[in-house]
């Protein structure tokens, strides 16, 4: 069987985030978003059977394949980078957590419009400024999330960070808790449904958790080093 130890794994994981929420006293729910990424789809259907509705996948191309190949439902988040040509097929994720510019949603909220839907979104900040990183910074979180309460046909769900590779804890907090500042600018915009906080990866879950996560993108420690 593929992904062995997997149930298990997910088991403790889970233990893990019920301590850091309690610890961390948001008063939150946490949902696990496997990540799925460089994966085959068996690597979603094996996360489904353990009890994962959530499946997180950073390219376009590669998310609508395993679309394709798998069968049993869930719910598809787009989390990496989005380039503005594909916001098209992003309408076929139930959530795209990487809205980084006033283009970029303008390009999303059309794609939704033609397509009859309304796209739930979450605005990407990148709290540390890091040159790598996508994200806008703190101080444009207001103006974006002005522009986006006139897109209708986007449903601002929260705010969506990663922070720096292996820093400090002091510097992971200050990160986390920059994007919970940010969702709460996006509520005070009018943004009622902006309820969610994407952030904590393997190496840092723990701690996003006890700064508020809502959504925790897990990848390596549910199956394995990816070898990119
Ligand atoms: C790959 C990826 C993850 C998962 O990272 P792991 O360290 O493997 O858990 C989470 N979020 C984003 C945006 C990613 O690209």
Redesign the pocket.
């Known amino acids: 069987m593929p992904f062995h130890g997997l149930s298990a794994r997910l088991q403790e994981i889970r233990e893990r985030l019920d301590a850091a929420r309690e610890r961390g006293g948001h008063g939150q729910s946490v949902r696990i978003?496997a990540?799925t990424?460089t994966h085959g789809p068996e690597a979603v259907e094996a996360a489904v059977a353990c009890g994962v509705d959530d499946v997180?996948e950073?390219k376009v191309q590669e998310a609508l394949g395993k679309m394709e190949a798998v069968t049993v439902p869930v719910r598809w988040h787009l989390?990496?980078h989005l380039q503005r040509n594909k916001a098209k097929a992003a309408t076929r994720f139930a959530m795209v957590?990487?809205v980084d510019s006033p283009r970029l949603a303008d390009a999303l909220a059309r794609a939704a419009g033609e397509a009859g839907c309304t796209l739930d979104v979450l605005v990407q900040v990148n709290v540390a400024e890091e040159a790598s990183k996508s994200g806008v910074a703190m101080h444009e979180v207001p103006a974006l999330a002005d522009h986006l309460v006139a897109l209708p046909s986007l449903r601002v769900r929260g705010a969506?960070t990663?922070a720096p590779y292996e820093a400090p804890e002091a510097e992971l907090r200050r990160c986390f808790a920059g994007a919970r500042a940010a969702r709460a600018t996006l509520q005070a915009a009018g943004h009622v449904h902006a309820d969610e906080l994407s952030m904590g990866?393997?190496?840092d879950?723990e701690v996003a958790v006890e700064e508020g996560a809502t959504l925790v993108?897990?990848?390596?420690?549910?199956?394995g080093a990816?070898g990119e």
């Open positions: 978003v990540v990424k997180g950073n989390i990496g957590h990487g969506m990663m990866m393997s190496g879950y993108r897990l990848g390596t420690i549910l199956f990816r």
